[in-house]
């Protein structure tokens, strides 16, 4: 996907972090075994696991860009993991939605983005080592 096709409406849904997580591991082909709690520590040291209008930070050093259609700049780390529309555009999962507020779509993002940044396996197993995103060790960034 091209940067210029992210878009920024919210979905406005509000199932749990665990139904995302594992609808993303059915469509990246990643085990839920691994990948539910992975990515569910991820929304939970991202975002709190807020509700995704709420998920937009305006304070690290990727806000910076044009002000785009949601009020914010192009760049601000958007959605459940946090992911940057540059990041997000690279790594999306056809077939999901085109804006980093919806949950699924961002964790997709994520999971595209672990496997060819840091080697995360097919099935995930590997996930929460390779990026320590499990709850009982500290965040480590990624």
């Known amino acids: 996907m091209d940067l210029s096709e992210v878009t920024y409406q919210d979905p406005d849904d509000e199932s749990g972090e665990a139904a995302y997580a594992r609808r993303a591991c059915e469509l ?11 990515l569910a520590t991820i929304a939970l040291r991202e975002s709190a696991s807020n509700h995704p209008r709420w998920r937009v930070n305006t304070g690290d050093s ?13 760049d ?43 080697g995360v396996n097919q099935s995930g197993s590997d996930f929460a080592e390779r990026v320590q995103a499990d709850p009982d060790r500290p965040p480590k960034g990624y």
Request: net charge negative.
């Open 28 to 38: 990246t082909g990643m085990d839920p075994e691994y990948g539910v709690p992975a």
């Open 62 to 74: 990727n806000a910076h860009g044009p002000v785009v259609s949601d009020g914010h700049p192009r």
């Open 76 to 118: 601000c780390s958007r959605g459940a993991t946090q992911c940057i529309p540059p990041t997000f555009a690279a790594y999306h999962q056809e077939g999901t939605a085109t804006t980093p507020y919806d949950v699924v779509a961002c964790m997709c993002a994520t999971v595209n983005y672990v496997r060819a940044r840091y």
